[in-house]
């Protein structure tokens, strides 16, 4: 019911949680997961891989899976890179090395690269009682710089 042109801008989210430091999907594994996901002729998928204990099996996945034509829609995966859960600054270094060895993988016109579900449980942790008042907001400031210019360094080293 939707045209190719409108199914490009139709995405998909998957995750296994991270409100409140809860998970409800975790006990999903991707392997069963993205194989039917990708069947949907959605145009892009957000993957929450940041902090997947296994990137590359997953990479691996999504390259076996993802659809250069789903129904006259190019599929392009964002893959996480940033990990909001965890204080830890991401540098760009490792942000480019994500993306080039996903790139191994899946094609680079079908990679794009995104934060794990996003920055909402910074703005709700009650715990972070140190740094300044806008810790929460600080860091994720830097994570979100240190993807840029990782995603910079990645599109650099493979020539895209």
Do not use: W
Request: hydrophobic share 35%.
């Amino acid at each position: 019911r939707f045209t190719p042109e409108e199914r490009k801008d139709i995405g998909i989210h998957t995750c296994p949680g991270g409100d409140c430091d809860s998970v409800h999907s975790a006990d999903v594994d991707y392997a069963e997961l993205l194989p039917s996901m990708f069947q949907m002729n959605a145009g892009y998928f957000l993957i929450q891989l940041a902090s997947e204990t296994d990137k590359e099996r997953v990479y691996k996945l999504i390259g076996e899976n993802i659809r250069a034509d789903a129904n006259g829609v190019k599929q392009v995966a964002f893959i996480g890179v940033i990990d909001p859960l965890n204080p830890t600054v991401e540098t760009a270094e490792q942000v480019a090395q994500d993306l080039v060895t996903a790139a191994k993988h899946i094609p680079t016109d079908q990679l794009g690269a995104t934060d794990d579900c996003g920055f909402s449980p910074f703005s709700i942790d009650v715990k972070p009682k140190h740094g300044s008042p806008d810790f929460a907001r600080d860091i994720a400031f830097q994570k979100i710089t240190a993807r840029e210019q990782g995603v910079q360094l990645a599109s650099e080293q493979l020539g895209v």
